[in-house]
């Protein structure tokens, strides 16, 4: 499902963020991604997206060819990979419902479905009582869960996450992992960028490390 062949990324600035990089992640896997800072793990997710471009090697999802794709393909790609980023990047001059709405609005999803869909995703992550709130009156957990919401309102095959749980105390950021958990239990790809070890390590699941843009270790649980 996502596959990196002999990666590396260099910047325009020179600074090589990720180097000769290849890993496999199967279909239904959920798997972390760490290391310090400046290792390069939003590079790699950045490579996924397509919002940023290998520099040499290739990285291919479901088969294609990021390398390859001409930008007008890449939209596409896109519906097929949620995101969730640490700070939210939450609207706040709109209501929880229309912020989770926004993926299926840009799709040009047919309104009739939008209602359903959205308020099948608030459900998921706990949140259908405050589809009406403006999502600065949640607290930071809920504002984490209307982004996850938002990220998978569409159903995408792949789901990624930045520092999801960056903000967050001990237990909202378990709660936080539960969920995307419970979404890989339905055969959600799950790859998520953390430095939180001990929760990582709690969770059990296959962890890949980063160091100055090298994969150190791939595989067991740390
Ligand atoms: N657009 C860019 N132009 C130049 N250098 C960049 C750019 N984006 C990232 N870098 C550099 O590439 C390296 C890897 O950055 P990246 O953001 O991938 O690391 P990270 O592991 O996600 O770090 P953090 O945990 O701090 O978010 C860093 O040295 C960073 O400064």
Known sequence: MIRFDNVSKRYENGHEALRQLNLTIAEGEMCFLTGHSGAGKSTLLKLIMRMEKASQGQVFINGQNLSR??????????RNIGVVFQNHQLLFDRSVFDNVAL???IEGTDPSDIGRRVRAALDKVGLLKKEKLN???LSGGEQQRVGIARAVVNKPPILLADEPTGNLDPQLSSEIMNLFEQF????VTVLIASHDLSLIARMGH????LSEGQLVTDGGML
């Open 69 to 78: 794709m001409g930008s007008g393909q890449v939209p596409y790609l896109r």
């Open 184 to 187: 890989n239990e339905v055969g």
């Open 103 to 105: 993926p299926l609005m």
């Open 206 to 209: 296959r962890v890949l490390t």
């Open 135 to 137: 999502p600065i009156m």
